[in-house]
């Protein structure tokens, strides 16, 4: 039994950069901006917050670092598809690509170094209790802060006034016009917030759960995060589910390379994400008109609570996701 | 709150929307302003209300000249504009509208929020559930809740555009109750409309706009004959009467004919259909919306399919065939929503002929724009070959909708064909229609406008809670009859005596 809340709690653990970028992401796209550039953008970060905490020898300063990148290229995109209406899309896939290779070029001398870590600190008292303590009190500030991210960003779209005027900038641009609020200037607002905290989720690889530097260090886990968004319904609680499905997936692929040795490596690094885009793809398939026709068919009794399942399962893109806005 | 403009003027490049308009609304009143699409209402409301900034001329508060920089300014300064299709956000609960972006200090909490608003419904007569979702509403419901939440953030000036497009007629009874309420606390409630009827039974001051100016210069106070307001909105054209010719006898096999045909869509189940729908007549489809009018359409349209029997068209069993078989057999459907079903905004008229092409593969240009320009020049359409069918009005959208019916065409049907068009358009497109009857086309169409059945159709056909009753020759109905009839009186009479 204990080996089971240890997987747990490493399932946890791993799933805190793609938690902190995922929240990231949820913001900027519930605000109507896709920040597709996430991948790169981790991955600069992360090569960023590496090199400035090995040289200055300070956490803090390397994740501010990490957090000013990610923001900075969120600015970039917001300058050319907020102010000058081009497409989120291309800028966001073209920042993407550029912030990749950007981390290799500038990332070279740092590769392989030894370096810096946020130190792990259970938490006294509660990291005693059976259970619990072991599966959420003994991880490192890192970790503890992915997990408060996730309700927090829960309240801040549904709770707060803020959060009604963000989800509104996605749904409905023009009537958050019509009520006075400066819809381009809000967008940068979430769009460079979702930035830092997918910066943030870069130092967490390289100073955290992949300490140190290497060439592709994320290993596309970006783009992971960005359909984890899309499937998750763009609700924090289900997109963070998303990024723990996707961890344990990730552990189970890295128990079964010692358990079953005959399966090339590349195959079982690979098998998560193939797995999670399967999951994710039956689980949307749900709300497919395809199952709806079929629920049509069963007895009436059956009908009533799938039809809920349905429902509950069922996500919908904020309907201006993506779209510019022009002042009338 | 009073309002004025002076010397207001509004350019669009070599169009002047409004010129030099001077006029003044005041507290307390209801004023309607009306015009023919295009005579600068909307203009002057968007002006009004912030969203455009005027070239020349002030805009008065109370007499104190203001500086509207968007809409926010003008909700701030106490004037609210209602929009055609509310500007709210859908996917949000009716509260959850309400609070988004609400002005600083208005509601202090949820609570305050909701009671808020159920007491505002409660004095103005609206049932509004406040965590009902916006998209499970209908237009009038949601133009209810829009009323409520500009009035809530503070609007002293209500602007109504077009309100009573879309809502149902008892919706209409229930704005008309609250409007009249919220002016007589005070407030100034601003109605833009081209119906006549509406601003006669509403409003204390008609505004006439033509070509972006006012006729005559200033208000005239209500109640004003019909026929000089029609004058004014649009010269001399809107008072002739359309001209009414006896109906040409036709002997070839209907174009439609319906035998023992069983329908279902959604809700609506259309038992045992038999009706002959013969060529060179015009077929009205009277009831209240949602009656059966468009199952039927869509029947006759091959859209949807039959649960049992057949459906002949020009005698030929074409039942359970399918959309694209119905067309090539000459019948075309003219959606409501023009838009969504119809044409494609972002094309150009050419381009909509281009699609039309059936043969090549490089598309033919050259006939595509010769086609648009015959259209263009046939239809009176406002439009090059080029412009996309987006920036048209509706008028023109519909007009170049009806130009596509190709001269073939065997059956038209039309539902509402003149939804959102001012009286002169609607006269163009009927006379287009008529025009194809007379060559031989049956068309049927469907309106919520009783006036608009009884003065076009050669025979009425009324639907009534899913049920579509016998065709009635025009001649033999009055409207109070069809009046009493959509209602349900004497409808069940009516089928049995077939």
């Known amino acids: 039994m204990d080996q089971l809340w240890i997987d747990i709690a490493a399932i946890l653990a791993v799933a805190a950069p793609l938690v902190i970028a995922a929240m990231g992401e949820t913001l900027s796209e519930r605000a109507g901006v896709i920040n597709l550039s996430l991948d790169g953008t981790m991955l600069l970060a992360a090569m960023t917050g590496f090199a400035v905490a090995l040289n200055t020898q300070n956490l803090i300063l390397g994740f501010a670092a990490a957090a000013l990148v990610g923001a900075l290229v969120a600015a970039i995109l917001g300058v050319f598809s907020l102010t000058l209406g081009q497409s989120q899309t291309a800028v966001g896939f073209v920042l993407a690509l550029l912030c990749t290779d950007l981390s290799s070029f500038l990332g070279a001398p740092f590769v392989r170094l030894p370096g810096p870590a946020v130190p792990f600190m259970p938490i006294p008292g509660l990291a005693d209790l059976p259970v619990f303590g072991q599966i959420l009190f003994r991880h490192d500030p890192v970790i503890y802060a992915s997990f408060l991210l996730v309700p927090a960003t829960a309240y801040l779209l549904y709770g707060t006034r803020l959060g009604l005027i963000v989800r509104a900038l996605g749904e409905r641009p023009a009537a958050v016009y019509a009520r006075g609020i400066d819809v381009t200037r809000w967008r940068y607002a979430m769009l460079i917030l979702g930035g830092a905290l997918v910066g943030i989720a870069g130092a967490a690889f390289s100073l955290d759960l992949k300490q140190g530097w290497s060439y592709r260090h994320t290993f596309g886990s970006g783009w992971i995060v960005l359909a984890i968004v899309i499937f998750g319904g763009w609700r924090p609680l289900r997109v963070a589910l998303g990024c723990y499905l996707f961890a344990a997936l990730e552990i189970v692929a890295t128990r079964s390379q010692s358990t079953l040795p005959g399966i090339p490596s590349q195959i079982i690094q690979v098998a998560p994400f193939v797995l999670m885009i399967l999951v994710l793809a039956l689980v949307n398939l749900a709300s497919s008109p395809t199952v709806a026709r079929w629920i049509a068919t069963l007895p009436s009794v059956l009908q009533r609570p799938l039809l809920v399942v349905v429902y509950r399962l069922r996500a919908t893109a904020p309907a201006a996701l993506g779209q510019p806005f022009e002042r009338p | ?498």
């Open chain 2, 1 to 498: 709150m009073r309002i004025a403009v002076e010397q207001l003027t509004k350019r669009f490049g070599t169009v002047w929307a409004n010129n030099r308009l001077t006029i003044e609304f005041a507290a307390g009143q209801i004023h309607g302003v009306l015009g023919e699409n295009g005579a600068g209402k909307s203009t002057l409301m968007k002006v009004l209300s912030g969203y455009l900034r005027p070239d020349e001329g002030r805009i008065l508060f109370d007499g104190k000249p203001c500086q509207l920089r968007g809409p926010g300014d003008a909700l701030a300064a106490g004037v609210g504009m209602v929009h055609q299709e509310p500007l709210d956000i859908p996917a949000f609960t009716v509260l959850e509208n309400l609070l988004c972006a609400a002005p600083p200090g208005v509601f202090r909490s949820w609570r305050a929020a909701q009671r808020a608003l159920e007491e505002l419904a409660e004095r103005l007569g609206f049932a509004v559930d406040p965590a009902a979702r916006l998209d499970q509403l209908t237009i009038g419901q949601r133009q209810q809740v829009e009323i409520m939440r500009l009035l809530l953030c503070g609007a002293q000036v209500l602007i109504l555009d077009e309100p009573t497009t879309g809502i149902t007629a008892a919706q209409t009874r229930a704005l008309f109750t609250a409007l009249r309420q919220i002016a007589a606390e005070g407030r100034t409630v601003l109605f833009v409309s081209h119906k006549l009827e509406e601003v006669a039974e509403l409003c204390h001051t008609v505004t006439v706009l033509r070509n972006g100016e006012v006729v005559p210069p200033g208000q005239l106070v209500m109640p004003q004959p019909q026929e000089y307001l029609l004058t004014l909105m649009f010269g001399d054209a809107g008072t002739t009467p359309p001209v009414y010719r006896p109906l040409p006898s036709i002997d070839s096999p209907p174009v439609w004919e319906l035998r023992q045909v069983t329908v279902r869509s959604g809700t609506l189940h259309l038992l045992d259909l038999n009706h002959r729908f013969a060529a060179g007549r015009i077929i009205g489809l009277a009831g209240l919306d949602g009656s059966g009018q468009q199952v039927l359409l869509r029947l006759l349209a091959g859209q949807l399919t039959p649960d049992r029997g057949q459906i002949l068209v020009n005698g030929r069993d074409l039942s359970g065939a399918g959309a694209i078989a119905f067309r090539e057999a000459g019948i075309e459907y003219l959606p409501a929503d023009r838009l969504r079903d119809g044409l494609i905004g972002a094309l150009s008229l050419a381009e909509h002929f281009a699609l039309l092409q059936r043969t090549g593969v490089i598309v033919d240009r050259r006939t595509a724009e010769e086609l648009a320009r015959q259209a263009i020049a046939e239809y009176q359409i406002k439009a090059t070959p080029l412009t996309p069918i987006a920036a048209l009005s509706g008028g023109n959208q519909q007009r170049a909708m009806l130009a596509l019916v190709p001269p073939t065409a065997r059956g038209i049907l039309a539902e509402q064909p003149t939804r959102g068009l001012d009286v002169a358009s609607a006269r163009a497109i009927w006379s287009r229609l008529q025009a194809r009857r007379d060559a031989g086309c049956c068309i049927v169409f469907a309106s919520p406008d009783l006036d608009e059945i009884m003065e076009y159709s050669d025979e009425v056909i009324v639907c009534f809670a899913g049920r579509i009753g016998p065709s009635i020759p025009r001649a033999l109905l009055s409207a109070g009859r069809l009046a009493e009839l959509i209602g349900g009186v004497g409808f069940e009479a009516l089928v049995e005596a077939v």
